[in-house]
């Protein structure tokens, strides 16, 4: 079964810093890689997502992420952050026809 | 083109108490996902189901609970006789074709508290 690593749960910013998620994966077969975006109460939002192709994925809101078969991770990152980008972000994996999530990282940018 | 639809968006029951928590998936969607969020846990799969059949039921709970997605109306997740850790989001998703385009589009959660 896949499962999905993400540390650092609660990640504190000021606006116009550099933010990078750390995501590794574990999974057997050909994956698809995806990132997940939950602002405060509201449902869960795909920022990305990793089929194949140029590893390097660029997603909405400048977000972007990095495929890197070798080290099993799909790194989130975005150059310089703002107060909107307030959230939960969530690495998942698709095998089986389903997606595993990881626990999620708590992000608050202060203005 | 409305999204996930799920109702009720919080419910508050006693122990022992039934709880109905319902899913309409996106138009066109025939899979449906059910998703337990617990705070720091984030998402934990509970059941894939496709119209009339249940395709992936692993993480639901031996006991309580269960998932069916009839041929016509939503999804349902059902939970007899809840208890207080039955209290937590959960959140329905849908899909159109997970094996091509593997994405899940979500509801806004039923948000249970079990008193």
């Given at each position: 079964?896949?499962?999905?690593?993400?540390?650092?749960?609660?990640?504190?910013?000021?606006?116009?810093?550099?933010?990078?998620?750390?995501?590794?994966?574990?999974?057997?077969?050909?994956?698809?890689?995806?990132?997940?975006?939950?602002?405060?109460?509201?449902?869960?939002?795909?920022?990305?997502?990793?089929?194949?192709?140029?590893?390097?994925?660029?997603?909405?809101?400048?977000?972007?992420?990095?495929?890197?078969?070798?080290?099993?991770?799909?790194?989130?990152?975005?150059?310089?952050?703002?107060?909107?980008?307030?959230?939960?972000?969530?690495?998942?994996?698709?095998?089986?026809?389903?997606?595993?999530?990881?626990?999620?990282?708590?992000?608050?940018?202060?203005? | 083109?409305?999204?996930?639809?799920?109702?009720?968006?919080?419910?508050?029951?006693?122990?022992?108490?039934?709880?109905?928590?319902?899913?309409?998936?996106?138009?066109?969607?025939?899979?449906?996902?059910?998703?337990?969020?617990?705070?720091?846990?984030?998402?934990?799969?509970?059941?894939?189901?496709?119209?009339?059949?249940?395709?992936?039921?692993?993480?639901?709970?031996?006991?309580?609970?269960?998932?069916?997605?009839?041929?016509?109306?939503?999804?349902?997740?059902?939970?007899?006789?809840?208890?207080?850790?039955?209290?937590?989001?959960?959140?329905?998703?849908?899909?159109?074709?997970?094996?091509?385009?593997?994405?899940?589009?979500?509801?806004?959660?039923?948000?249970l508290t079990v008193l």
């Open positions: 079964a896949q499962s999905v690593s993400q540390h650092n749960h609660h990640v504190i910013l000021s606006e116009a810093a550099s933010l990078e998620l750390g995501c590794n994966y574990s999974y057997g077969g050909t994956v698809n890689l995806f990132w997940y975006v939950q602002y405060p109460g509201q449902h869960l939002q795909l920022l990305l997502k990793y089929f194949s192709g140029d590893p390097l994925v660029k997603g909405i809101k400048g977000f972007e992420a990095e495929f890197i078969k070798s080290k099993f991770s799909f790194n989130l990152r975005k150059p310089s952050v703002q107060w909107s980008d307030t959230a939960e972000y969530f690495c998942a994996v698709n095998g089986n026809n389903r997606l595993a999530f990881g626990k999620g990282n708590q992000v608050v940018v202060i203005p | 083109n409305a999204g996930v639809m799920q109702n009720p968006r919080h419910l508050v029951r006693r122990r022992g108490q039934e709880a109905r928590l319902r899913c309409s998936p996106m138009k066109g969607h025939s899979h449906v996902y059910w998703y337990r969020q617990l705070p720091e846990e984030g998402l934990k799969f509970m059941v894939y189901l496709q119209k009339e059949n249940i395709i992936d039921e692993s993480g639901m709970p031996k006991e309580r609970f269960s998932a069916e997605f009839p041929k016509e109306g939503p999804s349902i997740l059902r939970i007899q006789q809840v208890v207080r850790g039955d209290s937590a989001a959960y959140f329905c998703a849908s899909s159109l074709n997970p094996a091509i385009t593997g994405e899940l589009f979500f509801g806004e959660g039923s948000r």
